[in-house]
């Protein structure tokens, strides 16, 4: 079945970085745009960013444009968010999604001094 597994979360410092990482199964990677998501504690789910099957386009939500940075390997069915200039207001559950099956378990991102 299509399953999701995101890792790479963590505490870190204001202005620190993280690479999260969601390894993909269950369907055919390549062929699908894959999404990050994040839900902060009492907020709805949102969209952060997304990358085009092939890699060769993306997307990001204003609040992180600039900072972030999404890739992926299609030989490793991984997609990856690169996260750097981290602030307090990105703490949150993030999870990597395709527009089929259900959702991961998530990775806990908490920036805090």
């Known amino acids: 079945q299509v399953q999701f597994v995101e890792s790479g979360g963590g505490l870190v410092q204001p202005g620190g970085s993280l690479r999260l990482s969601c390894s993909a199964s269950?369907?055919?990677?390549?062929?699908?745009?894959m999404r990050w998501y994040r839900q902060a504690p009492g907020k709805e789910r949102e969209l952060v960013a997304f990358?085009?099957?092939?890699?060769?386009?993306?997307m990001y939500v204003d609040s992180v444009r600039g900072r972030f940075t999404i890739s992926r390997d299609n030989v490793k069915n991984t997609v990856y968010l690169q996260m750097n200039s981290l602030k307090p207001e990105d703490t949150a559950v993030y999870y990597c999604?395709?527009?089929?099956?259900?959702w991961g378990q998530g990775t806990q991102v908490t920036v805090s001094s």
């Open positions: 999604k395709a527009p089929l099956g259900g």
């Open positions: 990358i085009n099957s092939d890699g060769g386009g993306t």
């Open positions: 269950g369907f055919s990677f390549s062929s699908y745009r």
